[in-house]
């Protein structure tokens, strides 16, 4: 092959830019203006249940609980339901479901019948109406996608939910001194609403289920896709870590806030600043996601996010910093934990998610990924309560030690088993 056949090769194999091609663009385009609506509106929602309901500590600890719930226990069901039924037409009717919970709420303060209750029942829909997007939308990517692309479409996802999480909160509180926090879930649900119609335009070639087997339900095939994802060669591994990774990141991120503001004193405009940083290295680690799989290939791209998410963690137990130690030290330090972790997440999660989606097929997507989602949050909600019980006993910098020390075990599964050498351009092994 001469350098001009070996040139349009190598152009030939390279992936095109998701967002020229229109189904994705849609998605995309979609899910970036909800992030965005509900990053703003999530500030509206804090002040609402803090300053005008005045909730318990306890009513607030009810309805962060009401955002795992349904994983908990609607998790691996939709997921089998996600294999039966059409996911495109779930996100638009998700989107218009959720546009109408969020207009809910300025109708309750309207007519004064806003209480703590009934927010709590729009956070439980909201709830449910996300884990049916969430989803619908990993196994509908592959559908949308080439093969050779889903890198690239999952980073560009996380790069657009980076940039709204990091703006939204600021752009939300500005608009709330001058709105008012009625109007702000007004446009949430204007945004969602504009969501559902873009995700109608999305074409996609979804074929129906065959009929389902006499005497099978959706226990089987809820049994199917755990069977499928814990006996497959580099996905088990992989489900493995990330389940490990997440037991990490429910102790670490669990007392993170409490451990820098209390007893590290860093200043809340510091603190807030350290996780703008963040956001900077989230938007890195997705920018460079798909070029990094490619150079290492999937496993070890994996492998360099699990492993590269230890450091930060490690630097805040062992650097001797104090509250006396406040200032360019103190800051410098958290915002570079934090800009170092999210870099890594933005790393594997794009490489991580884009290789599950490669490597099971279509009829199993939504138990797969639901299996390794509802144990994910299964094991943040109790590695969460476990974080209180530790740094209570053990102190914050061991709590933070132990949570490092669970990310090098997460790195380490990945390190000795099939899936280190894994590649998103190789045909995928088949399940055993």
């Not at 091609?21 to 703003?40: D, H």
């Not at 109406?129 to 949308?144: G, Y």
């Amino acid at each position: 092959m001469d350098e001009g056949a070996e040139s349009a090769a190598g152009v030939a194999a390279r992936p095109r830019e998701v967002l020229r091609q229109p189904a994705f663009g849609y998605l995309w385009t979609a899910s970036s203006i909800r992030a965005l609506g509900g990053a703003v509106s999530g500030v509206a929602l804090n002040v609402l249940v803090v300053s005008v309901l005045h909730a318990t500590p306890v009513q607030i600890s009810i309805l962060s609980a009401l955002g795992v719930l349904p994983y908990l226990f609607l998790g691996l069901i939709v997921g089998a339901l996600m294999d039966r039924w059409r996911r495109q037409r779930t996100l638009v009717v998700t989107s218009i479901g959720r546009a109408i919970a969020l207009a809910a709420i300025p109708v309750l303060m309207f007519t004064g019948t806003l209480h703590f209750w009934s927010v709590a029942i729009v956070a439980l829909v909201l709830g449910v109406l996300i884990l049916f997007a969430d989803s619908a939308t990993q196994p509908l990517v592959p559908r949308i996608v080439p093969r050779e692309s889903l890198v690239m479409a999952n980073a560009r996802l996380g790069q657009s939910q980076t940039v709204a999480d990091t703006a939204g909160p600021a752009l939300g509180g500005a608009l709330l001194n001058v709105l008012g926090a009625p109007l702000l879930f007004v446009f949430d649900a204007i945004f969602t609403a504009a969501s559902a119609v873009l995700q109608a335009r999305i074409r996609v070639d979804e074929p129906k289920p065959g009929p389902r087997e006499p005497g099978r339900h959706v226990g089987h095939d809820i049994v199917e896709g755990m069977r499928y994802t814990y006996r497959h060669p580099t996905l088990r591994p992989l489900a493995l870590s990330v389940h490990t990774w997440f037991l990490g990141n429910s102790i670490v991120m669990t007392m993170f806030a409490v451990f820098v503001l209390r007893q590290l004193k860093l200043q809340p405009w510091g603190y807030g600043l350290a996780l703008a940083f963040g956001g900077v290295g989230g938007f890195l680690g997705a920018l460079i996601a798909p070029r990094v799989g490619a150079r290492l290939g999937a496993g070890r791209a994996i492998f360099l996010g699990r492993a590269l998410v230890v450091a930060p963690w490690l630097a805040l137990a062992v650097v001797p910093v104090s509250a006396a130690s406040r200032g360019v030290a103190l800051l410098a330090l958290v915002a570079a934990a934090q800009f170092v972790y999210c870099l890594a997440m933005g790393i594997e999660d794009a490489n991580d998610t884009g290789y599950r989606q490669s490597v099971a097929p279509d009829a199993i997507q939504g138990r797969m990924n639901s299996t390794i989602r509802t144990v994910n949050r299964t094991v943040f909600f109790f590695g969460a309560l476990l974080a209180g019980l530790v740094a209570t006993f053990l102190g914050y910098r061991l709590t933070m030690g132990i949570g490092a020390a669970i990310f090098v075990v997460a790195a380490l599964i990945v390190a000795f088993s099939p899936l280190l050498r894994a590649r998103h351009d190789e045909a995928p092994p088949p399940a055993e």
